[in-house]
């Protein structure tokens, strides 16, 4: 009951992105490398059917994983230095721990970027010159430049990629077998970029996942299929 009620919980966040979504705004994409930050319809929700022996999660061979994308619950908004699309970001406060290295969104209701800060300064944002500033600059972007420059209406969130999948916890029964669990591998604010895996709840022996897809596009789910069978991830409802 635990473990499904956290997935639930990660499911419907699927795709955040603020007071937008992903199938009426494309996001502008600049954190480098591209391909690890892609926030499309097709990708804010993943699956791999039955994994392997070998995978990169080290996943329990023949169960499931789920992959999930979407901005952070907690944003910040835009409070100075506003004037060019390549300037330094200043925001309020820096209340959800972001660092160099993460992955970060700013958006408002028209446009998106997403792009890793390089560089996130110790301003107390309590004003009189302490807000925080975000460099996004070239090292680590393919550019400089958002997509436009962004008012007080934007606002600042982290990018959040998240795994569920089955491994072995390296403990054992007083009988000698193996206890599986149910993990988690997330990449979010305060990691600069780098994914953490951590075990969620002991015990679970397999993950076995249908998706609802929409078939005849009216938002509801006409099918379930395995991850296998699913052809256009966009349409998974």
């Not at 309020?92 to 970060?104: I, K, M, Q, V, W």
């Not at 072995?168 to 009988?175: C, L, V, Y």
Request: glycine share 10%; proline share 2%.
């Amino acid at each position: 009951r635990f473990a499904i009620g956290q997935l639930a919980n990660d499911i419907r966040m699927a795709g955040y992105m603020g007071c937008s979504n992903v199938d009426r705004m494309e996001v502008n994409i600049i954190a480098d490398p591209p391909s690890s930050y892609s926030f499309s319809s097709s990708t804010v929700v993943t699956g791999i059917d039955n994994v392997g022996a070998t995978n990169s999660w080290s996943a329990v061979a023949g169960s499931d994983v789920l992959e999930i994308r979407r901005g952070s619950n907690t944003g910040v908004k835009l409070t100075g230095n506003m004037s060019a699309d390549n300037a330094n970001i200043q925001i309020t406060d820096n209340s959800p721990g972001f660092e160099a290295g993460d992955a970060l969104f700013i958006t408002d209701c028209t446009s998106a970027d997403l792009f890793r800060a390089t560089n996130v300064s110790a301003g107390n944002g309590q004003g009189n010159g302490g807000q925080v500033t975000i460099a996004h600059a070239n090292n680590n972007n393919t550019t400089n430049r958002l997509s436009k420059t962004y008012g007080t209406d934007a606002e600042v969130m982290a990018f959040e990629s998240v795994a569920y999948f089955i491994r072995n916890s390296g403990r054992t029964t007083p009988s000698g077998a193996a206890i599986p669990a149910l993990f988690v591998s997330s990449r979010t604010a305060g990691t600069s970029g780098v994914t953490t895996t951590y075990e969620l709840i002991e015990g679970v022996e397999n993950m076995q996942l249908e998706y609802g897809v929409d078939t005849s596009g009216d938002g509801a789910a006409d099918a379930y299929r395995t991850a296998s069978n699913v052809s256009d991830w966009s349409r998974v409802v």
